[in-house]
């Protein structure tokens, strides 16, 4: 289905519980044939030796249609409502001297072709008259019929496009440039997994066609073209980085100059700003200058120049405004930036910044840009240290700053603020020949601080660029879909919050049969460089560039809905991303793994890679609900005035149920996902204690689907009153269960169900456990209230249905009684 509905956004739901196109013409017809008769019965059977599509259950069939020795295929007969002409060449072009194309025939088309053949073979067009004398009519469709020689099922070697040494070997998985049809490219990105392809997340968009990257062998590919269908070429990817780098000086500016002249650039109106807290940006290169005001650069040191003497920053720059620019310079679709640019110098460009003062730095430079005025700030700080390593989960002082910073306690504004940090870099000299992957989960190659922190969002990063060039004698470390070398990762138990949220493309390491592997210009990112016009562009990587690409992806986000809270933003961001195939192959075999088997996959690539479509919008039959609200969770008892839990929301959620129940048994998925931002208690006997170092710590419950209302609402009160021991809860069938969801201030599991148990499961709850807030003496001064978000999702897969509709109708009645407000 096709995600083009907006996600409802609800405020306030909760009720206060007390809480317990086409070819031409091909000119000259063919020569008849000899044998009428034949010819056809040839064409006929080769028709008939064609696999059935409609008892087959093929979308259609791919034929490869070969001319007649020196004559031209019929070639606009080849391309018709019911026949796609996909590819053709030329006889002059071969060295069997005839003509060749290759179709795509619906079930209509192969009945229509084998009609018109039939026809050829039993039936004459009129006679006509010409200067008084009778002509006997042709045969019917003889151009048609004639110019084909043979018809058989067409394999891949028939969609290539690129030269035949390039066509990958059998048996080995290689990267594919699929071309598609944009009305099924979404389909077949979708069913592409199901026959062993991994689609990578970027797209090309030209007016006919899709363009895509795949990994795979050969056998998974023709299975996925010939089940799935909608593919119109195949090639092999060939442009990388390395390319646009190479260029000359000149020619790389006529690329940058071609790119800016199909780039608009938001107004000063109301958009989204990035704001790098880096090396400072150069505003010297057009693909910057337009996005980036003079007024908006500035240094945490106000002695610092604001420049980029080292690069760093502007990099980040250019992802944060294109992504990866070798895909983004080759497009030929117009490109449209949503958002600003600012820039706050973060580093000195000597030296170092004490360690002590990084998160004094940090906060200086957030109260020099917010100095300016208010805006809609994605804050994106690729800068991370290892001089508090091992810290092992645990906050540290920049980490609880970061914390402070994202909650509003810290700053010269008191606003809540979207943070987003790289999750640090592996050192290339530390890898020696095994597994990469065992050095990457090694402790001490744990994620920096302060990526740490609970309420930032923190960006690890995978990789799907694997292809090195032919004859070099190397070969790319992580394979497609898998974690990028680059990436740290989470060495910790579940005790603190899982790290790193997503992963985004970070670029990959090629090796040789001597270590260390090295980073190489075909497995980087491309972006701007800093010393324009001497150069225009850049090789990028590793996590730093994977902070970039979500901070573009964000603020896209944001501007669909600008009046989302930061919290909000994160959970829905996060809440997208999804493990890829390569990921999920680390996960025992069968159909439910166990709960545990999940921790590497969190502690390597969090949630996954983040799905910009899934994150902006609903389809009819996938759809999103966000409430914000607030709660009061601790208080004061009258009887005693000793500290208690005060409240929980509660909430019968606007909920499909009459869709759900039509599709009775089948599977839906269910995803709730639970955000706020804590204020940190940074003291050190906090640090070793998650329930001492959060403000407040929030958890969510579902109703199951044999429980009412007041049956829920007792299961979790007495639940919620022992916050340390784990609850039992699995038999709800939740996949990660709580040691993974019930960790930091992002929380997010799924299930999957029969649709008429879904049906009655719409009561959701949110209550607190223990935090440092609940305290006696914190309690007296006055019962704080917190912000918090839901985003609940509800996947009906392939199944034909309209939740979206009937949730639609549920919330217009609900407001028009004043029961919720829909923002």
């Not at 690129?162 to 069913?191: C, V, Y």
């Not at 020949?433 to 990457?440: T, V, W």
């Not at 090195?468 to 394979?479: F, K």
């Not at 994977?546 to 603020?555: D, E, K, R």
């Amino acid at each position: 289905m096709s995600r083009n509905l907006r996600h409802f956004h609800l405020r306030d739901l909760g009720a206060n519980k007390p809480y317990q196109s086409k070819g031409g013409g091909s000119g000259k017809g063919p020569s008849d044939v000899r044998d009428r008769e034949g010819h056809a019965q040839n064409l006929l059977r080769a028709l008939d030796a064609l696999p059935n599509v409609k008892s087959d259950g093929l979308p259609g069939l791919y034929l490869e249609v070969s001319g007649r020795q020196g004559e031209k295929l019929k070639r606009d007969s080849l391309d018709t409502k019911h026949l796609s002409l996909l590819k053709y060449e030329e006889g002059k072009n071969r060295a069997d001297g005839m003509d060749r194309a290759t179709i795509f025939a619906t079930a209509k088309g192969v009945e229509d072709f084998r009609k018109k053949v039939d026809q050829f073979r039993t039936e004459n067009n009129p006679d006509r008259e010409k200067d008084g004398q009778a002509i006997p009519g042709r045969p019917k469709n003889a151009d048609l019929v004639q110019s084909v020689a043979a018809i058989i099922e067409a394999g891949l070697r028939a969609l290539w496009r690129s030269p035949n040494h390039k066509f990958p070997a059998a048996n080995t998985d290689a990267l594919w440039e699929i071309w598609l049809d944009p009305d099924g490219a979404d389909r077949f990105t979708r069913m592409a997994t199901d026959y062993g392809l991994e689609p990578g997340s970027e797209q090309l968009k030209f007016p006919e066609d899709v363009v895509i990257v795949a990994s795979g062998t050969r056998d998974a590919l023709a299975a996925a073209v010939r089940r799935i269908g909608g593919v119109r070429a195949l090639a092999a990817p060939s442009v990388t980085a390395d390319f646009f780098q190479g260029l000359p000086v000149q020619e790389q500016a006529e690329w940058v100059e071609e790119l800016v002249r199909r780039t608009s650039f938001p107004p000063n109106a109301d958009p989204s700003f990035i704001t790098l807290l880096d090396t400072g940006v150069s505003r010297a290169h057009p693909l910057i200058q337009p996005s980036l005001s003079p007024g908006d650069r500035h240094a945490a040191d106000p002695a610092w120049a604001v420049d980029d003497m080292k690069g760093h920053g502007t990099r980040m720059a250019g992802l944060a405004l294109f992504g990866d620019l070798t895909t983004t310079l080759q497009q030929m679709q117009p490109v449209e930036i949503h958002h600003r640019l600012e820039s706050v110098k973060l580093l000195p460009d000597a030296g170092e910044n004490p360690h002590h003062l990084l998160g004094a730095i940090t906060r200086d430079a957030i109260n020099t840009v917010e100095a300016q005025g208010a805006r809609r700030r994605i804050f994106s700080m690729p800068v991370t240290t290892g001089e508090d390593t091992p810290h092992d989960g645990a906050p540290t002082s920049w980490s609880s700053a970061i914390d402070e910073l994202a909650a509003g306690v810290l700053g010269q504004q008191k606003i809540k603020r979207l943070l987003l940090i790289s999750a640090g870099n592996t050192d290339n000299f530390t890898f020696r020949a095994g597994n990469y992957l065992d050095r990457c989960d090694h402790p001490d190659n744990e994620i920096q601080a302060p990526a740490q922190a609970w309420n930032a969002l923190c960006v690890g990063a995978y990789t799907e660029k694997t292809v090195l060039p032919a004859g070099e004698g190397t070969r790319a470390v992580a394979p497609f879909g898998d974690l990028s070398p680059a990436s740290r990762t989470a060495s910790w138990s579940s005790h603190w919050p899982l790290k790193p949220d997503v992963v985004l493309e970070g670029g990959n390491w090629a090796a040789s049969n001597s270590p260390p592997p090295m980073r190489h210009g075909w497995l980087s990112l491309l972006s701007t460089d800093h010393r324009y016009p001497q150069r225009s562009f850049s090789f990028t990587f590793d996590t730093s560039a994977a902070t970039a690409l979500a901070a573009n992806q964000i603020s896209t986000l944001w501007a669909e809905y600008p009046k989302l809270w930061p919290e909000t933003v994160r959970g829905l961001y996060v809440s997208s991303a999804r493990w890829t195939t390569q990921m999920r192959s680390h996960l025992p075999a069968g159909v439910a793994p166990p709960k545990g088997s999940y921790a590497p996959l969190f502690q390597r690539y969090g949630y996954g890679v983040p799905n910009l479509d899934r994150a902006r919008r609903s389809a009819s039959n996938a759809l999103t609900l966000i409430v914000e609200d607030t709660i009061t969770p601790y208080g004061l008892s009258e009887k005693t005035g000793n500290d208690i839990h005060h409240e929980l929301k509660f909430a019968a959620l606007p909920w499909p149920v009459e869709e759900l129940r039509k599709l009775g048994s089948a599977d839906v998925t269910l995803r709730v996902t639970l955000s706020t931002f804590i204020a940190p208690n940074p003291s050190e006997p906090s640090r070793g204690n998650r329930y001492r170092y959060a403000s407040h710590n929030l958890r969510f419950k579902i109703n199951r689907a044999d429980e009412n209302e007041a049956q829920f609402l007792a299961r979790i009160n007495k639940a919620a009153e022992q916050p340390d021991e784990p609850e039992s809860d699995e038999q709800d069938g939740w996949v990660f269960g709580s040691n993974r969801r019930d960790v930091g201030s992002l929380h997010i599991d799924q299930l999957t169900c029969k649709a008429s148990d879904l049906a009655q499961r719409n009561l959701i709850a949110v209550h607190p456990v223990a935090g440092w807030w609940k305290a006696k003496s914190r309690l007296q001064e006055e019962l704080p209230t917190v912000r918090y978000s839901l985003i609940v999702e509800i996947d009906a897969e392939e199944l034909e249905c309209n939740l979206h509709a009937e949730v639609a109708a549920a919330i217009e009645a609900m407001t028009a009684v004043g029961v919720v407000v829909a923002v």
